[in-house]
Antibody, heavy 119, light 109 residues
Framework: QLQLQESGPGLVKPSETLSLTCTVSGGSISSSSYYWGWIRQPPGKGLEWIGSIYYSGSTYYNPSLKSRVTISVDTSKNQFSLKLSSVTAADTAVYYC???????????WGQGTLVTVSS | DIQMTQSPSSLSASVGDRVTITCQASQDISNYLNWYQQKPGKAPKLLIYDASNLETGVPSRFSGSGSGTDFTFTISSLQPEDIATYYCQQYDNLPNSLTFGPGTKVDIK
């Protein structure tokens, strides 16, 4: 059974880049056919898909965030990462990493990490 | 972009009641519709995938149906541990469309 764990700074300044890492255990991140995704949830609001990366390295981003998002994989560390540039207060949210055997559904989730954008 | 609507946005029901939530897509998504349960402070949990398939380990009181643009999620007999917010999520075709519905908050009356 896969386990996912997010890590990264809990506070980011406006205009800077948010960087998070998801460490995967219980399986290999390079397993065939798996997608690895990032989803966020602003406080008190709903869920928003940020993007996903296929085990082969192909990336897929939410069109509304595409210009600011980069998702990458580090197979040597069994991790995948999220970078979101030029952040504003609107990017304050709990960020989840998740896995999917197809593009969806997301069947395994990390516990989530709160990232606050503030000076 | 495909838009998802969910109704109601919240509901209050008694233990043992049958609860139904609907999700509507702005265009045909076949059966690419999933349902998640999220309890406060926790990550979402997958309950139903591909509109009607029960995820392993999920109680059989949860069910889903529908195809095309109209989908239904049902709890046949509401239990106290079912208090949560429920989200539908559609997948059309990466990278164009993967969106969540706005959620339905379920409380005990």
């Amino acid at each position: 059974q896969l386990q996912l764990q997010e890590s990264g700074p809990g506070l980011v300044k406006p205009s800077e880049t948010l960087s998070l890492t998801c460490t995967v255990s219980g399986g290999s991140i390079s397993s065939s056919s798996y997608y690895w995704g990032w989803i966020r949830q602003p406080p008190g609001k709903g869920l928003e898909w940020i993007g996903s990366i296929y085990y082969s390295g192909s990336t897929y981003y939410n069109p509304s965030l595409k210009s600011r998002v980069t998702i990458s994989v580090d197979t040597s560390k069994n991790q995948f990462s999220l970078k979101l540039s030029s952040v504003t207060a609107a990017d304050t949210a709990v960020y989840y990493c998740a896995s999917a055997a197809r593009p969806t559904p997301f069947d395994y989730w990390g516990q989530g990490t709160l990232v606050t954008v503030s000076s | 972009d495909i838009q998802m609507t969910q109704s109601p946005s919240s509901l209050s029901a008694s233990v043992g009641d049958r609860v139904t939530i609907t999700c509507q897509a702005s265009q045909d998504i076949s059966n690419y519709l999933n349902w998640y349960q999220q309890k406060p402070g926790k990550a979402p949990k997958l309950l139903i995938y591909d509109a009607s398939n029960l995820e392993t380990g999920v109680p059989s009181r949860f069910s889903g149906s529908g195809s095309g643009t109209d989908f239904t999620f049902t709890i046949s007999s509401l239990q106290p541990e079912d208090i949560a917010t429920y989200y539908c999520q559609q997948y059309d075709n990466l990278p164009n469309s993967l969106t969540f519905g706005p959620g339905t908050k379920v409380d005990i009356k």
